[in-house]
């Protein structure tokens, strides 16, 4: 298995007639959310480009729950995290510890907002949004080299000459 990049105009952009994930035949559509701008958690400042990609029933039902399933488990952890956090610092003022958990609760939020999906595509779909360019160009990431070739043979051959 070896991964490429490729950049195409999201206008442009068509994948096989089939799962990215698995080959099966499509039946269902996933949204690749490709985010980019500053992101100060309570405000953020990020435009985002989507690209529609094709699933089949079952790997798209894998890639909705392992997503609320890690997303649970992290919230669990930023809670627990931050009820620590909070109560050393009720009890004991500021400690380096209490201020390295509240670092670490905002670090693990960002990490679930700007990587933890796209991660999840790629390796649960093969195929991820990474950034797109001013020039419109949109990044695209595939576990499988040999799908990003076909797509981005089957996009150019869609592009305006
Ligand atoms: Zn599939």
Do not use: H
Request: with cysteine.
């Amino acid at each position: 298995m070896s991964p490429k990049t490729i950049d195409l105009p999201p206008s442009s952009i068509t994948f096989p007639e089939r799962c990215t994930a698995c080959g099966e035949a499509p039946e269902t559509q996933r949204t690749l959310e490709i985010k980019k701008g500053i992101d100060l958690i309570l405000f953020d400042f990020q435009s985002e480009v989507e690209v529609r990609i094709l699933v089949c029933r079952s790997c798209g039902r894998r890639r909705k729950w392992t997503g609320i399933l890690v997303y649970a488990v992290l919230v669990a952890g930023v809670i627990t995290t931050g009820v620590t956090g909070y109560m050393k610092l009720d009890n004991e003022g500021a400690t380096p510890l209490s201020l390295g958990l509240f670092a670490l609760f905002f670090a693990m939020i960002y990490f679930a907002r700007n990587r933890l999906e796209g991660w999840l595509d790629r390796v649960l779909l093969g195929v991820s949004g990474v950034t797109f360019s001013d020039s419109g160009n949109v990044r695209l990431r595939f576990e499988e080299a040999a799908l990003a070739d076909e797509v981005e043979k089957m996009s150019s051959s869609r592009q305006l000459p």
